[in-house]
């Protein structure tokens, strides 16, 4: 089933270019005399006028040690999701949005530093000029630590367990591991012929306790056949185009065997509580063997499929 569709809710340069001034002065004193520390005047020979100190020179300098400044950002102090002291999951991008309209993409995604431990190289990827993303090449390790500083905006925050799901429509399961083990199976029901569940890597996204599915909110009236108003529970959304993982207990005679939902993974109320529980924003659910084409990657929870 469908819910409504929604919107995903150079000082480092300066300190380099000065140690390679400094590296070479260092290396040709070095060659005329052996200095007696690394900050020493010392008389080039005896009586002699005295070598300045490495730091003597660099001072010396057209703006002294600070010669090469600071670029400011092309753009004022920006949002990151996730935010500070959040904990998310190994699919989670970062998502950077601006104020402005950023015209210089690449100098701005020179003023972002995305830094973390274990390190973990990754690509920028602009889904509009007021919002950039940020995601590694392969799923975040489990428990990785991951700084953000954009524009004066920073965000520190934690990766979780590797809850990965993978729901594959040829055997009609769900099945769970957390950190490379089997945690949990449940039998499922994709979306029957004419709305079949899109293949691809979702991103686990905001969690409902109940709420109504509504045809209409993607074009389908209400009281058309194909129409719907339904109550559901324990509705974890998975793609800002309307899927879901929640609990469908009137399709339990289906689930693991017969395609019917209108492409949400139905599941029993057991296995939809479950799955509320234990899955967390930035979890990954990995759709495969349906015959619905692959989800959009800029869907905003598609990231995976760009």
């Known amino acids: 089933m469908f819910e409504k569709k929604g ?64 670029t400011p950002p092309p753009f004022s102090a920006p949002s990151i999701n996730p935010s500070n002291g ?30 973390s431990n274990p390190p973990v190289s990754g690509h920028f990827y602009w889904a509009s000029d007021r919002q950039v993303r940020w995601r ?12 953000v500083n954009a524009g004066g905006t920073q965000s520190s925050y934690t990766v979780g367990d590797a809850l990965i799901t993978v729901a594959d429509d040829n055997t009609k399961t769900i099945t769970v591991t957390r950190n490379g083990e089997v945690v949990k199976t449940m039998p499922t029901s994709f979306g029957k012929p004419g709305y079949e569940t899109p ?11 109940d709420m109504y599915m509504d045809s209409s909110t993607y074009g389908v009236p209400v009281d058309s056949p194909e129409g719907y108003r339904t109550y559901v529970e324990y509705a974890t959304r998975i793609s800002n185009s309307g899927i879901f993982v929640h609990a469908a ?20 109320t057991e296995d939809g509580r479950w799955f509320f529980e234990n ?26 499929n760009l």
């Open 279 to 304: 899955a967390q924003k930035g979890d990954p659910v990995i759709v495969q063997n349906t015959g619905g084409g692959t989800l959009n990657g800029w869907d905003g929870l598609g990231d995976w």
């Open 249 to 268: 207990p009137w399709s339990e005679w289906a689930q693991g065997n017969t395609n019917v939902s209108h492409g949400c993974l139905n599941v029993s």
């Open 136 to 147: 590694p090449f392969e799923f975040w390790p489990a428990h990785t630590q991951v700084t």
């Open 7 to 70: 919107r995903p809710s150079s000082r480092g340069r300066a300190g380099r270019w000065s140690g390679r001034v400094a590296t070479a002065l260092v290396g040709a004193g070095a060659a005329m005399l052996t200095m007696t520390g690394p900050a020493a005047a010392v008389p080039l020979w005896p009586g002699g006028p005295e070598l300045p100190s490495v730091q003597e020179l660099v001072e010396r300098l057209p703006g002294g040690s600070n010669s090469v400044a600071p």
């Open 199 to 209: 293949n691809g890597t979702y991103i686990v996204g905001e969690k409902f306790r």
């Open 86 to 115: 959040e904990t998310v999951g190994v699919a989670q991008p970062i998502i950077i949005r601006f104020d402005e309209n950023v015209t210089d993409r690449a100098a701005a995604e020179r003023a972002i530093t995305v830094t």
